[in-house]
């Protein structure tokens, strides 16, 4: 069987595309950007999920929570600074994705507790993720879990070419 090069770089092609709208997911105006968390410690009492939110449509919406067979219970919190003092709350309410805006749940802001893990997250795997909102309802991802220490894109050289709207 003769394989021309032409041939293996088109393969080649449709592998890196497939792999990149992998990680992007979309539910009517809403597109979710490279959602992803960091490898976790054995016994680590919750994990954290991130992020970008985008809604492409003229009417606001709201992420409400999610949900996970790899945790018990997912919550939406916010980190922010209170004078010298960092504090973190969860948002009740959940939060508002405004209409034409793109929300980002990043380290140190608003972000997904993932309480109670059933096993520690390792580097490398994808974590489920059902995200729940208000009028899009339910929309399933995967988090793609990072070294321990990742703050975010800079992080992830090796998911360069996904979509990160």
Known sequence: MRVTIAAIAAAAAIAIVTTASAHSFK??????????????LPNAPVAG??????NTGTTDDRLLGGSTPAAGKVEIHQ????????????????????????VTLAPGGYHLMLMKPQKPFKEGERVPLTLT???????KVELAVDKPNAMGKADHAGHASMKTQ
């Open 133 to 139: 909102f208000e009028k899009a309802g339910e929309v």
């Open 79 to 102: 980190m922010k600074m209170d004078g010298d003092v960092m504090t973190m709350r969860p948002v009740p309410d959940g939060l508002v994705i405004p209409a034409g805006e793109m």
């Open 49 to 54: 999920g991130y992020m970008t939110i985008e």
């Open 27 to 40: 539910n009517g105006d809403l597109e979710i950007g490279h959602p992803w968390s960091r490898a976790t």
